[in-house]
C-alpha cells in the first residue's frame, strides 16, 4: 500500500440550517477543530484550499477573506471548485502540492452558508444548475435531474418508491446519533413516502436538506504525518471523473458513469476491491443516488441496490456499512463541506473514534462525493 | 442576440447557433452535421468536438421519431416557472441515437405515460415573443 500522502486532522461545525455566523467564522471554527485534532498551530500549515460552490457566496474570492481571518497570510490559498465535491476536489489537489513537494501540510477547508441568499435567491440558481442554453429553459432542477434517474431505474431494474425510502429511514436513525447532523428525529418508512412530492417519484424525505456548515482536512506527507499523530490514516486511493453537465447527454442513466470511473482508479491504486471496503460514505443527495452509489462502487450488481438496502445489508452490522453518519440525507448538504465531512467521519471509523456509530474493526474505508447530477465524481480510499 | 427568444426562461442570446430559433418559427427543427466526420449534433452546435475541423457544420433537419425513457411531474419550480407546476420533464431517444431533453406538452398528465411510448417534437409559441419545443405524443 502507498504511505506517501496522510490524513492528520479532521474537524466540522454542526450543519444547520441558519448558522448565524459569517462564512469567515464557520471556517475558523472546522479549522480550530481539525488542528486541535492533531495538535498542530497555524504555523505549521504551509497552504490552504478553500472550496465552495461560488454561487451561494456574497464575497468574492472567499479564499482570501477566510486565508485572512485564519491568520494564515503569507501562507498560498485558493479555491477549488466542483459544486457538491469541491472539498474532496480540494483533497485531490493537496494530494498533488504534497506529492509534487510544493508543499508538506496542507489544509483544505470546505464550507457553504446557503442561509446567505434568500430562498427566492437559491430558487433562481437552482434553475440555471443545468445547461443554460437547452436545457433550463424547461425548468430543470437538481430534484428533477435525479429524478429521472430514479424513474428509469424504476423501470429498468423494478426498484420500488419503499426501498427508496428505506435508504432514508436509515439516514436518520444514524443522523440521531451524530450531533452534528441536522436531523435528529428518527423517521419512519410511512413518513417519507407520504412526505409531499418534489420531482415524482421523489418526495421531500428522498431529498436531503440544504444547510450551512464547514468541514476541514489537514493533509500531510509521510514524513510529516509520521511526526504529527500516531494513527495517520492513509490516501491509499484516489480516483476522479467526470460526465456530460446536459442531463440528456449523461453516459448512461441507469447509474452514474463518474462514479463507475472513478471508484475504478481509486480501487485500482490502492490495489483493493469492492468486498474489502470496510465502511463507506456515499454521496446520497437524494435517496435514488444512495442506491446507484451502491451498484457503482461495486457494493452490489447493477440493479441490486434495492435489494441491497431492503436487506439492511448498508446499516452498521450489514455486510458493507453505508452512511454512518446520517449521510447527506441525515446531516444535511452544506455543499462545499460535504466531502470533508464525508472523509472526517470515515477518518474518525479507521481510527476507532465513532463511539456509538463505530463499524467494529474498521481497516480501510471508502469515500464517495459527487458533484451536480453526476457530473464530478471523486472516490477516496483510506486506510489505517 | 436572437437566441434569447428560446425558452419560457433563456439566460443566452449570443451564440452561433442562434438561427435555430428562426427555423423553429417556419416549424422545422434544425439539428447541424460535420460534413468532415459526419457526427449529428442535435441540439445543435457549430463545432466538432469529434474531429475539430474549421467551418465543417452545416444545417440538417433531424429525424423527428422519439421513444420516451423517462420522466419526472415536478411539483416545485425554478424562478420564473412558479406558474407552470406542475409540469412533466422527460428524456426522450431518436433513431439516430440522439437523446433531449424537453418538457411533455401540458395536455399530457402522468397517468398517461409509458416508457417506451413514440413522441414527436413540435415548435410551442410562448407569451412575449418567445418560441420553445416538447414532445407530444403521436396521435395524441
Known amino acids: 500500500m502507498s504511505k506517501e500522502v496522510a490524513i492528520v486532522g479532521v474537524g466540522q461545525t454542526a450543519f444547520t440550517r441558519a448558522c448565524g455566523v459569517t462564512i469567515k467564522e464557520l471556517c475558523f471554527e472546522a479549522f480550530k477543530e481539525a488542528l486541535e485534532d492533531c495538535n498542530l498551530e497555524p504555523k505549521d500549515i504551509d497552504e490552504s484550499i478553500i472550496c465552495s460552490a461560488p454561487e451561494y457566496d456574497k464575497q468574492r474570492s472567499p479564499a482570501g477573506a477566510i486565508n485572512e481571518y485564519l491568520g494564515l497570510n503569507p501562507k498560498p490559498t485558493f479555491y477549488a471548485e466542483s459544486i457538491c465535491s469541491s472539498s474532496t476536489t480540494g483533497i485531490r489537489v493537496a494530494y498533488g502540492l504534497i506529492k509534487s513537494g510544493l508543499s508538506s501540510v496542507v489544509a483544505v477547508i470546505g464550507f457553504q452558508k446557503m442561509s446567505e441568499l434568500s430562498s427566492r435567491e437559491v430558487q433562481e440558481r437552482m434553475g440555471r444548475g443545468s445547461d443554460i442554453m437547452w436545457e433550463s429553459p424547461f425548468g430543470l432542477f437538481m430534484p428533477a435531474g435525479y429524478a429521472l434517474f430514479a424513474r428509469n431505474h424504476m423501470k429498468t431494474y423494478g426498484t420500488t418508491e419503499e426501498q427508496l425510502a428505506k435508504v432514508k429511514v436509515k439516514s436518520s436513525k444514524y443522523a440521531f446519533l451524530n450531533p452534528k447532523a441536522i436531523y435528529q428525529r428518527e423517521v419512519t418508512l410511512e413518513d417519507v413516502l407520504n412526505s409531499r412530492v418534489i420531482a415524482s417519484p421523489l418526495k421531500m424525505y428522498d431529498c436531503c436538506a440544504n444547510a450551512d456548515g464547514a468541514s476541514c482536512v489537514i493533509v500531510a ?78 457494493f452490489c450488481k447493477p440493479g441490486e441496490g434495492g435489494k441491497l438496502i431492503e436487506e439492511g445489508q448498508t446499516y452498521i452490522d450489514g455486510k458493507i456499512p453505508v452512511n454512518i453518519d446520517g449521510g447527506l440525507l441525515g446531516k444535511g448538504h452544506p455543499i462545499g463541506a460535504t466531502g470533508g465531512s464525508q472523509v472526517r467521519t ?29 457530473l464530478y465524481a471523486n472516490v477516496l480510499i483510506l486506510r489505517r | 442576440m436572437g437566441f434569447e427568444r428560446f425558452g419560457k426562461v433563456s439566460y443566452v442570446s449570443e451564440t452561433k447557433v442562434k438561427d435555430f430559433v428562426n427555423y423553429l418559427e417556419q416549424g422545422k427543427i434544425m439539428g447541424t452535421q460535420c460534413r468532415i466526420c459526419k457526427k449529428i449534433y442535435f441540439p445543435p452546435q457549430m463545432d466538432c468536438n469529434n474531429c475539430y475541423s474549421k467551418d465543417s457544420m452545416v444545417w440538417r433537419e433531424i429525424v423527428n421519431e422519439w421513444t420516451l425513457i423517462t420522466y419526472t411531474t415536478a411539483h416545485f419550480a425554478p424562478t420564473g416557472f412558479e406558474d407552470d407546476i406542475p409540469y412533466i420533464l422527460a428524456i426522450a431517444e431518436s433513431p439516430e441515437g440522439i437523446r433531449l431533453f424537453a418538457r411533455l406538452s401540458k395536455d399530457v398528465s402522468e ?22 419545443y416538447e414532445f407530444k405524443p403521436i396521435g395524441g
Open chain 2, 111 to 132: 397517468d398517461q405515460l409509458k416508457p417506451g411510448m413514440k413522441l414527436k417534437l413540435v415548435p410551442v409559441r410562448l407569451p412575449n415573443d418567445k418560441i420553445s
Open chain 1, 346 to 374: 470515515i477518518v474518525q471509523q479507521l481510527r476507532g473514534e465513532a463511539g456509538k456509530l463505530q463499524v467494529k474493526g474498521a481497516e480501510i474505508g471508502l469515500v464517495h462525493n459527487v458533484g451536480g447530477v453526476g
Open chain 1, 221 to 298: 506527507s509521510a514524513e510529516k504525518a509520521k511526526k504529527i499523530t500516531d494513527t495517520p490514516i492513509w490516501i491509499a486511493g484516489i480516483g476522479s471523473a467526470s460526465d456530460a453537465l446536459s442531463i440528456a447527454k449523461k453516459t448512461n442513466l441507469t447509474g452514474l458513469t463518474c462514479t463507475v470511473e472513478a471508484a475504478r482508479q481509486a480501487y485500482a491504486m490502492a490495489k483493493v476491491e469492492p468486498k474489502d471496503i470496510d465502511v463507506a460514505e456515499v454521496h446520497d443527495c437524494f435517496t435514488i443516488a444512495e442506491i446507484m452509489a451502491y451498484e457503482n462502487l461495486g
